[in-house]
């Protein structure tokens, strides 16, 4: 019964596609490039791993243990924090699928140690992990030094960034910067302040992350 059970149950997550929460991985060939999913599942809703399955949901398998090593080189060598990942094993159609989850971080960001030293956090987008944007950063400060909910008065850059947001609608960082006479490291400062009191949005395409004036 269980190799049954286990089939349903893989199957079923399979039915759902590679989504905000879910990730297909045919195999572990870099821990780096798995600690990039982590860390975006991490910063954003939580997710999980689906390894030994393709992008087309077919089920491969894989050498569970040599990849359950893998992920743990991953979540902890090249993730800072390290990332606990609850990781088990199924077996659907003889075949051994190993789904690793991760739960939303407590304290973000979450950062991967990249090749070239450089520290980078990820967002988990639709289907793709995205590399956060400076003012994702910023939110995620503002949240872990415990800033105040909503602003009690607005000095002049917060109101004349405001009003521009208000009035042009979707713009992106250096869109924003070139119609403000605010140094662009303080548009970033207002920006997250803004994300944080729920005044301005983030939305993400082709082409980048936009800001936009919530209602």
Not at 31 to 56: P, W
């Amino acid at each position: 019964m269980k190799a049954q059970d286990d089939t349903a149950y893989i199957r079923a997550l399979i039915s759902e596609g590679e989504h905000v929460r879910q990730d297909f991985k045919f195999e572990i060939s870099d821990s780096r490039k798995i600690a990039r999913s982590l860390s975006a599942f991490a910063n954003t809703e939580g997710g999980r791993l689906l390894i030994g399955v393709k992008d087309n949901g077919r089920i491969a398998g894989v050498r569970s243990e040599e990849e359950m090593y893998m992920v743990e080189a991953a979540a902890q060598v090249y993730c800072t924090p390290a990332v606990e990942v609850d990781m088990r094993v199924y077996r659907p159609e003889g075949r051994s699928v190993l789904v690793a989850s991760v739960r939303p971080a407590v304290r973000k960001p979450v950062l991967v140690k990249e090749e070239d030293g450089r520290r980078l956090a990820y967002v988990r987008i639709a289907d793709e992990n995205i590399l956060a944007s400076p003012v994702h950063i910023g939110v995620w400060r503002c949240a872990a030094d415990a800033v105040p909910s909503e602003a009690v008065s607005f000095t002049a850059q917060e109101r004349e960034l405001l009003d521009v947001l208000t009035s042009a609608g979707s713009l992106t960082l250096s869109q924003i910067c070139r119609r403000v006479t605010i140094p662009r490291r303080r548009v970033v400062h207002l920006l997250s302040l803004f994300v944080h009191w729920g005044l301005v949005g983030i939305r993400h395409d082709s082409r980048g992350f936009f800001y936009c004036a919530l209602d």
